[in-house]
């Protein structure tokens, strides 16, 4: 039985990281998108201005 135990409660811990890590990957990636699209803004108007130019 404490075998048993000691599985179930490493599951609990796995699970819990598991948990944990996915929503600071969360997190994280949201923090990103949201510095993202002002950069993305202006290569979408600087590519923009090149396929223009360049017509």
């Known amino acids: 039985m404490k075998g048993d135990e000691i599985i179930g409660k ?3 811990f796995g699970a819990l990281f598991i948990t944990v890590m996915l929503v ?9 998108s949201q510095k993202a699209p002002e950069n993305e803004a202006k290569k979408v108007e600087n590519e923009s201005e090149n396929l223009t130019s360049k017509i």
């Open 24 to 32: 600071t990957l969360i997190l994280f990636a949201s923090g990103c």
């Open 10 to 12: 490493i599951k609990l």
